[in-house]
């Protein structure tokens, strides 16, 4: 069975930050693909993951996610010429594998619904994130409640900058859209976030505003 087909492009404009962070990786993957991506796995798991359960809302579903998009990375690599993988930007290029993974999974729920769970556990060890930015109180669940709302571009702007701390540029590149689009989509996410903590709020506090 042939690998699945991955085609994400690596732009121009790579910063130094960027650079000095993933050329560690790329080298290796040059030099050992398996060795590679080990270094490739160790740097990327928590992000992945951390994303994973904030756009998916459910542990289980972000464990999987993750391996998934693990393994087709590992998969496409084998494939790539030395030259392509000289020029990978691998924190947008892994993110961008696992949202589309996210999406297929999300096309086939809607042909053949699941029961939801009643909740999605805190991630451990959270760094600080979109809560702290909304409210800095809501639980992983509740924020995972109101992100779900959240149109899928506003999601992921959100998900990826405040969670992944992924630069303008990478969410782009992820986006496939404009960096100006990118930091709307953000601004809007935001606004939006806060208005639903404010309606949470409320509710909690017998609906006095």
Not at 172 to 193: D, P, W
Request: hydrophobic content about 40%; overall charge negative; proline content about 5%.
């Amino acid at each position: 069975m042939s690998s699945p087909s991955i085609d994400v492009l690596a732009p121009e404009g790579t910063t130094a930050d960027e650079a000095a962070r993933d050329d560690p990786i790329r080298r290796a993957l040059a030099e050992d693909l398996d060795a590679g991506f080990v270094l490739l796995f160790e740097t990327y798991q928590r992000l992945l993951f951390s994303t994973a359960l904030r756009v998916s809302g459910r542990w289980a579903d972000a464990e999987d996610l993750t391996a998934d998009a693990f393994l087709r990375a590992y998969r496409a690599l084998g494939d790539y010429p030395a030259d392509r993988i000289a020029t990978l930007r691998p924190r947008a290029w892994l993110v961008t594998i696992l949202l589309n993974g996210w999406r297929n999974r999300q096309r086939s729920s809607v042909r053949h619904p699941t029961a939801p769970l009643d909740s999605a556990p805190e991630v451990v060890d959270p760094r600080p994130d979109v809560e702290d930015i909304v409210t800095g109180r809501e639980t992983g669940a509740e924020l995972g409640e109101q992100l779900a709302e959240l149109a899928y571009p506003q999601r992921v702007a959100v998900v990826l900058r405040h969670v992944g701390e992924l630069s303008i540029a990478e969410i782009a590149e992820v986006l496939g859209c404009a960096e100006g689009t990118v930091k709307s989509h953000i601004s809007r996410g935001l606004a939006r976030l806060r208005v639903l903590s404010a309606e949470r709020a409320g509710t909690t506090d017998g609906g006095v505003r």
